[in-house]
């Protein structure tokens, strides 16, 4: 089985697959973070296509560990800065993916 993720802008459109077992290894990964945000009062919601995008960003013989800095790089470290630039600590965090990139609102 494999996931296929669609992005379109006013210029270029693309179409990545990528299989359901390396979705799923990100996923995990999201998982700890939805976890560990719950645990600090913070509801987070993440689009569902996002762990398809990670594993699609990640190369085979990168494995788990190129796979936790993607997270890193793309998830948490924006949400640290979302969190920083908020005035209060919000309740709930909404994000989407615009043009490849994770947005947090």
């Known amino acids: 089985n494999i996931i296929l993720i669609t992005q379109a802008s006013s210029v270029h459109t693309m179409c990545i697959a990528v299989s359901e077992k390396d979705a799923e290894k990100a996923k995990k990964y999201?998982?700890?973070l939805l976890t560990r945000a719950h645990?600090?009062?913070i509801q987070l919601?993440?689009?569902t296509e996002l762990a398809a995008l990670?594993?699609?960003r990640c190369s085979r013989e990168g494995g788990a560990r190129q796979l936790r800095h993607l997270v890193q790089e793309?998830?948490?470290g924006p949400l640290a800065s979302y969190?920083?630039?908020c005035s209060k600590r919000p309740a709930r965090v909404r994000s989407?993916?615009?043009n490849g990139e994770l947005i947090f609102q």
Do not use: A, F, W
């Open 30 to 32: 999201l998982d700890l």
């Open 39 to 41: 645990e600090t009062g």
């Open 45 to 47: 919601q993440l689009p």
């Open 54 to 56: 990670l594993s699609s």
């Open 74 to 76: 793309m998830v948490e």
């Open 83 to 85: 969190l920083l630039r």
């Open 96 to 98: 989407t993916i615009h």
